[in-house]
């Protein structure tokens, strides 16, 4: 089977399974009434309400977030060359939990009612919060990054910032009353039901700029995977690749992470997924084979966090571990056993 055509069952495949997000749900909707929705025929106005202000925008954030996760992760493997490289390796997630952690957290002891508990000004200033500390993380990296030659030295200082805002996060947790820290903890679930309405679009449109403009970097990821030296040798300026990708990552993870929170395992787990479907380091094939894979994983596991019966049943962090981890683990057993068959 070629690639082009592993891409096509893909997308035909993240098609299915948003078909199938639309009709499982607490309410049962007869797929002729969704389709019939869709194409704006009126059936039942609740049923309706159901489709176009929770499962949809569900599937949807889904789809733009699990791409955007699974590109963030195959860059920041790739920079690094480090298999276990993923989307919060440099602490840019934490940044995200930060900024939140300072919004739900201290706003309440500064100045009596936590902002999170404000409906819609409270989740605006959520993400917003998200974005802040997240860029602000990121911009620290990129200054770092100027002064630092070694990647793995980056990648030890990106995780002791992952740990310092860890840190000052469990000490704004000490210090705030439970219900706070409870709306906290709910938010570090994760989870695809929280954009909705106007935030769902600019979510989408945000990701769909953000996911082409990614794919300009695959020349320099190609040449990156060839070694420092030999990517010099043939024009590549390192330190300015090297900064472009790290930026495109950072910014892939923080948009993603204030509109659905931290979103985990998906980004170190994929890119490895698309590699052993695909057989292949050449990244004008894993870019788009891993924004597919990562659409599909996301689906299935929103899919699986509503299947109990009701919304939001499960944690979507726990599914994308429980999801993810037998994936990334059956794919690298593989690739050892082809190691040593040859």
Same mark, same amino acid.
């Not at 300072?102 to 936590?114: C, D, E, M, N």
């Not at 860890?166 to 570090?188: C, H, Q, R």
């Not at 449109?205 to 990614?214: E, G």
């Given at each position: 089977?070629?690639?082009?055509?592993?891409?096509?069952?893909?997308?035909?495949?993240?098609?299915?399974?948003?078909?199938?997000?639309?009709?499982?749900?607490?309410?049962?909707?007869?797929?002729?009434?969704?389709?019939?929705?869709?194409? !704006?025929?009126?059936?039942?106005?609740?049923?309706?309400?159901?489709?176009?202000?929770?499962?949809?925008?569900?599937?949807?954030?889904?789809?733009?977030?699990?791409?955007?996760?699974?590109?963030?992760? &195959?860059?920041?493997?790739?920079?690094?060359?480090?298999?276990?490289?993923?989307?919060?390796?440099?602490?840019?997630?934490?940044?995200? #939990?930060?900024?939140?952690?300072?919004?739900?957290?201290?706003?309440?002891?500064?100045?009596?009612?936590?902002?999170?508990?404000?409906?819609?000004?409270?989740?605006?200033?959520?993400?917003?919060?998200?974005?802040?500390?997240?860029?602000?993380?990121?911009?620290?990296?990129?200054?770092?990054?100027?002064?630092?030659?070694?990647? +793995?030295?980056?990648?030890?200082?990106?995780?002791?910032?992952?740990?310092?805002?860890?840190?000052?996060? !469990?000490?704004?947790?000490?210090?705030?009353?439970?219900?706070?820290?409870?709306?906290?903890?709910?938010?570090?679930?994760?989870?695809?039901?929280?954009?909705?309405?106007?935030?769902?679009?600019?979510?989408?449109?945000?990701?769909?700029?953000?996911?082409? /403009?990614?794919?300009? /970097?695959?020349?320099?990821?190609? /040449?990156?995977? &060839?070694?420092?030296?030999? #990517?010099?040798?043939?024009?590549?300026?390192?330190?300015?690749?090297?900064?472009?990708?790290?930026?495109?990552?950072?910014?892939? $993870?923080?948009?993603?992470?204030?509109?659905?929170?931290?979103?985990?395992?998906?980004?170190?787990? +994929?890119?490895?997924?698309?590699?052993? *479907?695909?057989?292949?380091?050449?990244?004008? $094939? /894993?870019?788009?084979?891993?924004?597919?894979?990562?659409?599909?994983?996301?689906? *299935?596991?929103?899919?699986?966090?509503?299947?109990?019966?009701?919304?939001?049943?499960?944690?979507?962090?726990? *599914?994308?571990?429980?999801?993810?981890?037998?994936?990334?683990?059956? *794919? &690298?057993?593989?690739?050892?056993?082809?190691?040593?068959?040859?």
């Amino acid at each position: 089977m070629t690639r082009i055509s592993r891409i096509v069952l893909l997308l035909m495949f993240i098609v299915v399974l948003t078909i199938v997000n639309l009709l499982i749900g607490s309410v049962s909707i007869p797929v002729t009434d969704v389709c019939r929705i869709l194409l !704006g025929n009126e059936v039942n106005e609740v049923w309706a309400n159901i489709i176009f202000q929770s499962r949809l925008p569900q599937a949807l954030t889904a789809i733009v977030a699990g791409a955007g996760l699974a590109v963030s992760g &195959l860059q920041m493997q790739t920079v690094f060359r480090n298999p276990l490289a993923g989307p919060s390796v440099l602490g840019i997630s934490n940044g995200s #939990a930060l900024g939140v952690a300072f919004v739900v957290l201290l706003s309440g002891r500064i100045g009596g009612v936590a902002l999170s508990r404000l409906g819609y000004l409270g989740d605006a200033a959520m993400s917003v919060a998200a974005i802040i500390g997240a860029l602000a993380v990121m911009l620290l990296i990129v200054w770092i990054s100027q002064r630092v030659k070694g990647n +793995v030295t980056l990648l030890i200082i990106g995780v002791m910032i992952g740990y310092l805002a860890n840190a000052i996060i !469990g000490v704004l947790k000490f210090l705030s009353p439970e219900e706070d820290v409870k709306a906290f903890v709910v938010w570090g679930l994760g989870s695809f039901s929280r954009v909705s309405g106007d935030e769902m679009l600019l979510f989408v449109a945000l990701m769909c700029v953000l996911l082409p /403009l990614s794919c300009l /970097l695959v020349k320099s990821m190609n /040449l990156l995977l &060839l070694g420092d030296r030999y #990517a010099s040798n043939l024009g590549l300026n390192i330190s300015r690749a090297r900064l472009l990708v790290i930026l495109s990552s950072g910014i892939l $993870v923080a948009i993603v992470t204030a509109y659905c929170g931290p979103i985990m395992f998906i980004g170190l787990a +994929v890119p490895h997924l698309a590699r052993a *479907v695909f057989r292949s380091s050449d990244h004008r $094939v /894993l870019m788009p084979a891993t924004m597919c894979c990562g659409a599909a994983l996301a689906l *299935v596991c929103n899919l699986i966090a509503r299947m109990p019966g009701f919304e939001g049943a499960l944690p979507v962090n726990s *599914v994308t571990a429980l999801v993810g981890a037998p994936v990334i683990a059956a *794919v &690298l057993f593989r690739r050892r056993k082809d190691e040593v068959g040859e």
